[in-house]
C-alpha cells in the first residue's frame, strides 16, 4: 500500500502483514492477516507517531519518501515498546541521528534493554499532560499503563483531535486497499477481530483499559487512529463503546448466550454434544460451537469472554479433563475469565475423574457449576434424550439470569 492522506498534513505509513504466522508468537493470525499502522506529521518540526515490526523496511521507509526525506524527521512518538511497534527504531537511528524519541520513562529504559540502544541526549521523557509543539500542530501525552504494558501512552493532536491510540482500540485483520471504518459497508469481519485481539492481548488488564478510557473521556476525539487495524473517522465512538463494553465483562456480567467447548476422543462424548446442543438451541439464545482439540483457543476465547454461560463436554482421560480442554481452562484462567455459569457432561470409561480435575478449574475461574452429566461407555437412547433436556434446561438459566 501507498501513504494515506488522513487530515491536512496528517498521513498513514503503516504496512500490512499477511505472512506471520502468529502474533505474539501465539495467536493465529495467517488467514486474517494484521496491520502495522505508523503516522506522519509534517510541520516545522516533523513527526513520526509510531513504528512497525522490523520487515517490509523498503516498503515502509518508501511510504515515508513519498512525504518528506526520512532524515529529516525529528521526533519518533514512542507510545508503547513492542518490538511490533519498535521493529525499525535501529534503522531510523541511523538514517537520522538527530532524531529525539519521545516517550515515557519506563519506555525509554525499556528500548535501553530491548534494543541496547544509548540516546544520551536524544530521548524526550513525558508525563501525562506534557505537551509537544510541532509549528500548528501540538502533540499532548496521556500514560496508560498496562494497555496492555507498563510503559504504553496515547497521543493525542490537539488541531484535528486525533487519538493515537497505539494497541487501545486496535484489531487484528490487514487493511483490504482501504483504511478507514467509513470506506467499508461491512464491518464485521473487523470488529470480530477486534474482540478476538481484545480478549487475546488486553483482556487480562481491562480495569486499566476502562480507567484510561476514563481518563480520556474529556479529550474531544474525531478520530481513533490505533497501531492495528481501522482507523475511525466516521464513527470513533463505536470502537470506545465496544471496547468499554468489552472491559466490563471482567467485572460484570457478560451477554446472554452460550459458549460450548468439547472434546471427543471416540464419538460418544460427541453424540451427547450434539443433543445437549439441539436442547440448548430452544430457549433462542446465541450458542457458539467449539472442538477444542481442533480450534486454537485463540478463537474460543473471545466466545468465553462474550457469554455468560459455557456448557462443558469432555470425556475423562487417564483419571483427568481431555488435554486440550484441560489447556482451553488454563488460558481461561490466564486471562482472567471469571463468573460464568457452567455445566458439564462427558463419558467416561471405567473410573471417572475429569469432573474432580474441572472442579479445581472452576474454584480458581469463581464459576458456578450449575449442573452434570456424566455416563460410562457409550451413550444409550436414554442418555440422548436425557442430554437435550440437560442442553434446554441450561440454557433456561441463562436466559433467566
Not at 127 to 140: C, D, S, V, Y
Not at 200 to 206: D, G
Request: aromatic share 14%; hydrophobic share 40%.
Amino acid at each position: 500500500m501507498v501513504s494515506v492522506k488522513i487530515t491536512e498534513n496528517i498521513y498513514w505509513t503503516g504496512v500490512n502483514d499477511r505472512t506471520t504466522d502468529l502474533f505474539e508468537g501465539l495467536w493465529p493470525i495467517s488467514e486474517e492477516g494484521v496491520s502495522y499502522n505508523s503516522y506522519v506529521i509534517l510541520d516545522e518540526k516533523v513527526a513520526l507517531i509510531d513504528l512497525v515490526k522490523s520487515f517490509k523496511t523498503d516498503d515502509y521507509l518508501s511510504q515515508i519518501e513519498e512525504i518528506i526525506d526520512p532524515t529529516k524527521i525529528d521526533y519518533v512518538i514512542v507510545n508503547h515498546v513492542e518490538p511490533d511497534h519498535t521493529g525499525m527504531i535501529k534503522v531510523m537511528s541511523r538514517l537520522a541521528p538527530n532524531i529525539i524519541f519521545v516517550g515515557t520513562e519506563k519506555t525509554k529504559k525499556m528500548l535501553e534493554d530491548y534494543y541496547q540502544l544509548e540516546f544520551g541526549d536524544k530521548f524526550l521523557v513525558v508525563k501525562t499532560g506534557a505537551r509537544l509543539n510541532l509549528g500548528t500542530h501540538e502533540l499532548e501525552f496521556y500514560e496508560v499503563p498496562f494497555v496492555h504494558w507498563p510503559e504504553t501512552m496515547v497521543t493525542y493532536e490537539r488541531k484535528n483531535e486525533i487519538l493515537f491510540s497505539c494497541d487501545a482500540f486496535g484489531s487484528y485483520g490487514a487493511l483490504r486497499g482501504a483504511i478507514f471504518d467509513d470506506e467499508y459497508d461491512d464491518l464485521e469481519f473487523y470488529k470480530e477481530e477486534a474482540l478476538r485481539y481484545y480478549v487475546n492481548i488486553v483482556a487480562k488488564f481491562s480495569r486499566f483499559v476502562l480507567k484510561a478510557i476514563d481518563a480520556l473521556k474529556t479529550l474531544q476525539i474525531r478520530i481513533i487512529a490505533p497501531s492495528h487495524g481501522l482507523i475511525w473517522r466516521k464513527h470513533p465512538e463505536k470502537i470506545i463503546k465496544l471496547y468499554s463494553k468489552w472491559a466490563t465483562y471482567a467485572s460484570e456480567p457478560s451477554e446472554k448466550g452460550i459458549t460450548l467447548i468439547y472434546a471427543s476422543m471416540y464419538g460418544n462424548t460427541e453424540k451427547v454434544m450434539n443433543a445437549v446442543a439441539q436442547g440448548a438451541s430452544k430457549e433462542g439464545i446465541p450458542i457458539q460451537i467449539f472442538d477444542v482439540a481442533r480450534t486454537h483457543v485463540s478463537y474460543i476465547l473471545p466466545s468465553l469472554w462474550k457469554y455468560q454461560g459455557i456448557l462443558i463436554g469432555t470425556p475423562t482421560y487417564e483419571t483427568k479433563l481431555f488435554p486440550p480442554m484441560a489447556y482451553v481452562l488454563q488460558m481461561a484462567d490466564y486471562k482472567r475469565i471469571t463468573n460464568k455459569k457452567v455445566a458439564r457432561f462427558g463419558s467416561y470409561g471405567w473410573s471417572g475423574g475429569a469432573q474432580r480435575d474441572l472442579e479445581s478449574y472452576i474454584e480458581k475461574l469463581k464459576w458456578d457449576l450449575v449442573d452434570i452429566f456424566e455416563f460410562q461407555g457409550g451413550p444409550s437412547e436414554e442418555d440422548l434424550k436425557y442430554g437435550k433436556k440437560f442442553g434446554e434446561n441450561f440454557a433456561k438459566i441463562i436466559r433467566s439470569s
